[in-house]
């Protein structure tokens, strides 16, 4: 059974920052590509950002790059999001899961809300 539990959001003004971090268990997580999803009230949930196993390849939504960059440590088996120039329109529940641009697995953790105050 996997468990995804994520952390590190919270209320910030425009142009602020934040770190999302993910810790993974119950998989090896080493070997799967990892990726950043949000969902913001009354919208689908939608892909902000992945990474392959290595940490060679990303890939990043339009209405994100340049802005965030996503990372991870195998060791410690943890996906991060970095957050910069934070915009209203970031706010979102933020989610991580195995995958590229679709989710790997049918299970999801609590997610972390990211709230950018205009």
């Known amino acids: 059974q996997v468990q995804l539990v994520e952390s590190g959001g919270g209320l910030v003004q425009t142009g602020g920052s934040l770190r999302l971090s993910c810790a993974i268990s119950g998989r090896t997580f080493s070997t799967y590509a990892m990726a950043w999803f949000r969902q913001a009230p009354g919208k689908e949930r939608e892909s902000v950002a992945a990474?392959?196993?290595?940490?060679?390849?990303?890939y990043y939504a339009d209405s994100v790059k340049g802005r965030f960059t996503i990372s991870r440590d195998n060791d410690k088996k943890t996906v991060y999001l970095q957050m910069n120039s934070l915009k209203p329109e970031d706010t979102a529940v933020y989610y991580c899961?195995?995958?590229?641009?679709?989710?790997?697995?049918?299970?999801w953790g609590q997610g972390t809300q990211v709230t950018v105050s205009s």
């Open positions: 990474i392959g196993w290595s940490g060679d390849n990303t």
């Open positions: 899961n195995a995958g590229w641009r679709e989710p790997l697995f049918d299970s």
